[in-house]
């Protein structure tokens, strides 16, 4: 069974709103990473689809995980949300507009992945 509570995060003096959901949308499955400053309507979505060389949660992963098959991550973990939030804000992803922005997760994904986790990434998209 997964989690799909919507959590808190506080960066700063900024707090964050997040949920992780999987979603079945033919042809490919896919995890969902939302992110949302509270006190804004604007919600990021960072989809993670199903793909060659791109895996995500099912029958023998557990809940929330995303992988390239070297590195896994685990979009419960608040830690590996706070480097995703991180990574968002620096490439300028976060919303400013009410309702949900859809982007793929797979840029920023590879961008944590190749950094250690505790340095921050560059932008993704630079």
Do not use: K, Y
């Amino acid at each position: 069974m997964s989690d799909t509570r919507t959590r808190r995060l506080v960066v700063g003096d900024t707090v964050w709103w997040w949920s992780v959901r999987h979603r079945h949308a033919p042809p490919h499955c896919g995890d969902v990473l939302s992110l949302r400053r509270d006190g804004t309507r604007g919600t990021l979505r960072l989809v993670f689809r199903q793909g060659p060389g791109r895996f995500g949660a099912d029958a023998l992963t557990p809940s929330g995980t995303v992988g390239d098959g070297r590195t896994w991550l685990n979009l419960h973990l608040p830690r590996v949300v706070r480097r995703f939030l991180d990574a968002a804000v620096a490439d300028g992803l976060i919303p400013t507009v009410p309702g949900p922005v859809e982007r793929d997760g797979w840029p920023l994904f590879d961008t944590l992945a190749a950094a250690p986790p505790d340095v921050p990434p560059p932008p993704a998209h630079p």
